[in-house]
């Protein structure tokens, strides 16, 4: 995720970074300049034939498409906000199950724990970008990370041997039943966020909605050149260009927060999320 300051308006203004849509859509841009200066070439000055001038039908398409993209990019941001809440509850409740632990497990179940809250948030980290953990998860004595090299959820296998080690610890008598029911919250917890995040990683706009929102972009800037050609001239390149950059970066920008767990510049900081849990649990554990 890119950190910057919200309130530097001029640096913001004239700063590239290779995320930006500018970048991204250069090429498509630089193409419909192209074909933009062949249709003003092919009739102002081979046929010598203006076409006549009508904004009408592109005003009222450029409404419609104003309200899709409007819903588009909220319908996107509202998974990426949702996604960031779940990391966040994610981080609390991380830090109250190490609260908890260090409260009610005797002192040589601490590394245990310790160890495997943060190879939760590493696991689910990973889960979601679709990548093999067992080789970046911590391992401690009586955990050995090789042993879930054949298991396709490997942060469900992480909750399940948390469980098992504090029901160990109950049945030698070592926490009451009601110290055990505190913890299972925050068990439960972690397997609700697993799954909240599962469904927005899985469940992307369908795909329809999307197809149509980029055909009817094309359609639009394909026929621009055609409404403004008689009044603008040459002129018309750059606007053409101008407009669709426009209205195609909004797409793009969807497109990049509707999965907000990767690796792109405007995706959740899942990375620095994972390292603050770990730092907080090991603050929690060593005080």
Known sequence: MVQYNPKEWFGLIFRFHKSDTF??????????????????????????????????????????????????????????????????????????????????????????????????????????????????????????????????????????????????????????GDQLLMVKEELTEFTNITGACERIKNSPIPYSYSLFIKKFIFVYTMTLPFGLMSDFGYWLIPISMFVFYALTSLEVIAEEIEDPFGKDANDLPTDTLVKNIELSITEIFES
């Open 23 to 176: 970048r991204i859509l250069l090429p498509a841009m630089v193409c419909l300049g192209i074909y933009s200066g062949f249709l003003c070439y092919f009739f102002l000055e081979f046929f010598e034939y203006k076409p006549k001038s009508s904004m009408i039908l592109h005003s009222l398409l450029g409404f419609v498409i104003s309200l899709l993209l409007v819903f588009r990019t909220n319908t996107s941001y509202d998974r990426w906000w949702e996604a960031r809440k779940l990391w966040g509850a994610l981080v609390n409740s991380s830090r109250n199950l190490a609260l908890k632990t260090k409260s009610f497990l005797p002192v040589e179940d601490h590394e245990y724990i310790k160890t495997m809250i943060a190879n939760f948030s590493i696991s689910l980290k990973l889960h979601l970008r679709k990548e093999l953990s067992e080789n970046y998860l911590k391992e401690c004595i009586g955990f050995d990370k090789k042993s879930l090299s054949n298991k396709k959820h490997i942060p469900n296998q992480i909750a399940m041997l948390i469980f098992n080690r504090f029901n160990q610890v109950y049945i030698a008598k070592k926490i009451t």
